[in-house]
T-cell receptor
């Protein structure tokens, strides 16, 4: 089946540092989505990407849809303590009947 | 926009009883909603896809008679955990798909504890 590899699994950074995480898939995706989940809450959509090569920003967050359509990355600039949480990538491919496939998440910890 | 609510947020029930969880899209109509289950420190596991006016599509390994899904309107889907057992204790999250889009918006989740 389709798989998403998300890395790194966890990150421990200092406040103010930039963060980068990425996802790669074994198949071509038509849509990439990035979510953030706080403990005990549902995931919140951060950025949606629809075209290969697309680069989209949302405040301090920037995400790109890889040219090969098999990968995506999310960057967070100048991290702050409230960036703490688990970030999930999710992708949709032609064979998924509209369903999303989720990565295993990147747990971000920010030290003040 | 794109707000999804879920109720209750937390429920404790006795083994053998049934529990109903509601998922509502508050500011858009959703022909398709999804139910996920999430174990501690793990990713989201899709249980079923709920389509308005038709039967839900269950993922492999998910018992449809145990997890009853009803999507009676364009803004409401319900998940009923029947004859709940302690192993059903988990965090259940619903999502609603925006029309003409693959974007899914999630509810805040329901923490189910079966004693």
């Amino acid at each position: 089946g389709q798989q998403l590899n998300q890395s790194p699994q966890s990150m421990f950074i200092q406040e103010g540092e930039d963060v980068s995480m990425n996802c790669t898939s074994s198949s071509i995706f038509n849509t990439w989505l990035w979510y953030k989940q706080d403990p005990g809450e549902g995931p919140v959509l951060l950025i949606a990407l629809y075209k290969a090569g697309e680069l989209t920003s949302n405040g301090r967050l920037t995400a790109q849809f890889g040219i090969t359509r098999k990968d995506s990355f999310l960057n967070i600039s100048a991290s702050i303590p409230s960036d703490v949480g688990i970030y999930f990538c999710a992708g949709q491919s032609r064979g998924s009947q509209g369903n999303l496939i989720f990565g295993k998440g990147t747990k971000l910890s920010v030290k003040p | 926009g794109a707000v999804v609510s879920q109720h209750p947020s937390r429920v404790i029930c006795k083994s053998g009883t049934s529990v109903k969880i509601e998922c509502r899209s508050l500011d858009f109509q959703a022909t398709t909603m999804f139910w996920y289950r999430q174990f501690p420190k793990q990713s989201l596991m899709l249980m079923a896809t709920s389509n308005e006016g038709s039967k839900a599509t269950y993922e492999q390994g998910v018992e449809k008679d145990k997890f009853l899904i009803n999507h009676a309107s364009l803004t409401l889907s319900t998940l009923t955990v029947t004859s709940a057992h302690p192993e059903d204790s988990s965090f259940y999250i619903c999502s609603a798909r925006l029309p003409y889009s693959y974007e899914q918006y999630f509810g805040p989740g329901t923490r189910l504890t079966v004693t």
